[in-house]
């Protein structure tokens, strides 16, 4: 067939639409990676004759189940749980479980893709999948959330394995809810194997991993300053989010002499031009991981405003968006813009809306994509699953040069396929898309049609 004869982006968009009607999050994340992606196999006819794009968009197996749970009160509660294996050409399957009242399909269909991508990009042979369940953990007892983890792995268990697909946290999912699940999978199966990574450090958990998603998010945007001849050091920052990820961002750019002025969560966010220091963020990780309370209780710790909305209007030089999809609409990244914002590391996956990505791109802003920027975490996953298959926990300082090589790794391959004409723009959303598509596409090629 020739080229002319293939469909081009838009014919591919509508039929996606069409297969996948209302998916509104999972037809965002293709269009991103299929935008680029055109333009890269615009002249490689074996990727179109072959419809590699349409088999990645089309997940290898969406499984849906009911959760039944028993409350405090004595009530039945039933819930909707899933698990999306999206790809598993490089690696077995791999990807968070997300626990918030929001999931649904198309979330997990867009994660599962993103995750794809993402994996490839880490250069760790992973493939990509993601789950959850429409369950709120907020407000439920601590015996509350483990009925639920346990009912929720009494399906779970029979579509994962070490070697089929590893679940790992993710929004409302942290080590607590990992150890439950870990715990309810051991006891079905009567198996000690690495089959969910974030684990307790006394069963095989890896170090570093907690830290891995916020660390990695600001090494790439060090990265991509260093390029610049510049870094993170002095530069006023801008942080959403006051979860896991968003914790460890503000840790590192600490370290890195950054200051961090803005934190948010659900109901709003907290403005401290003081900065959030480590001993402000040692109170905010027991508010947020222990106590499990609101970020107004900061404003009253440490005086400081704390108001509802997003922390977008905020002048800063750096963003970095933490929380939750679609968080900087096109409208906020257009006053991040004109507030001066010189970088934009995504910390959470697709934070940003697609005519924001436009914006910052248009406008020469450092923009590193959630599938580059914050790979770091399911890279340490990756290694923890090393560890648990060799049956040893490497050491600490180990960890930390090897997110850093990782991290610079992937800098690297999307800055190499991220080289704009006529500037030296670098664009990372083209770089991350085309470097992660080509992994995954060849691999799929040296299979067949299967
Ligand atoms: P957490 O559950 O630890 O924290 C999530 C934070 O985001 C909380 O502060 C939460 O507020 C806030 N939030 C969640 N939903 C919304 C919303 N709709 N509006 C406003 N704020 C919201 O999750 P993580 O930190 O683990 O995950 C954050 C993001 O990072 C997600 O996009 C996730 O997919 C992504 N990510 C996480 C990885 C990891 O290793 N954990 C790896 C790669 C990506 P509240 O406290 O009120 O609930």
Known sequence: MAISDHVNLEQFMEGLKRRNPGEIEFQQAVYEVASNVFDYIADKEVYHDEQILRRIAEPDRVVSFRVCWEDDNGNIRVQRGWRVQNNNSIGPYKGGLRFHPSVNQSILKFLAFEQTFKNSLTGLPMGGAKGGANFNPKGKSPREVMRF????????????????????????????????????????????????????????????????????????????????????????????????????????????????????????????????????????????????????????????????????????????????????????????????????????????EQNGIHAFTEARILFAPSKAANAGGVAVSGLEMSQNSARITWKEEELQKLLLDIMTGIHDRCAEHGRTSGDDYIDYVKGANIAAFIKVADAMLAYGVV
């Open 149 to 352: 983890c346990q009912s929720f792995m009494n399906e779970l268990y029979r579509h994962i394995g070490e070697d089929t697909d590893i679940p790992a946290g993710d929004i409302g999912v942290g080590a607590r809810e990992i150890g439950y699940l870990f715990g309810q999978y051991k006891r079905l199966t009567n198996r000690f194997v690495g089959v969910l990574t974030g684990k307790g450090m006394e069963f095989g958990g890896s170090p570093i991993r907690t830290e891995a998603t916020g660390y990695g998010t600001v090494y790439f945007m060090e990265s991509m300053l260093t390029n610049v001849k510049d870094s993170v050091e002095g530069k006023r920052c801008l942080v959403s989010g006051s979860g896991n990820v968003a914790q460890y961002a503000v840790e590192k750019i600490n370290q890195l002499g950054g200051k961090v002025v803005t934190l948010s969560d659900s109901s709003g966010f907290i403005y401290d031009p003081n900065g959030v220091d480590e001993e402000k963020l040692a109170w905010v990780m027991d508010l947020k991981n222990v106590r499990r309370g609101r970020l107004s209780e900061y404003a009253e710790e440490f005086g400081c405003a704390h108001q509802a909305g997003r922390p977008w209007d905020v002048e800063a030089d750096l963003a970095f968006p933490c929380a939750t999809q679609n968080e900087i609409s096109t409208e906020e990244a257009k006053v991040l813009i004109k507030n001066g914002i010189r970088g934009v590391s995504e910390g959470a996956n697709m934070p940003t």
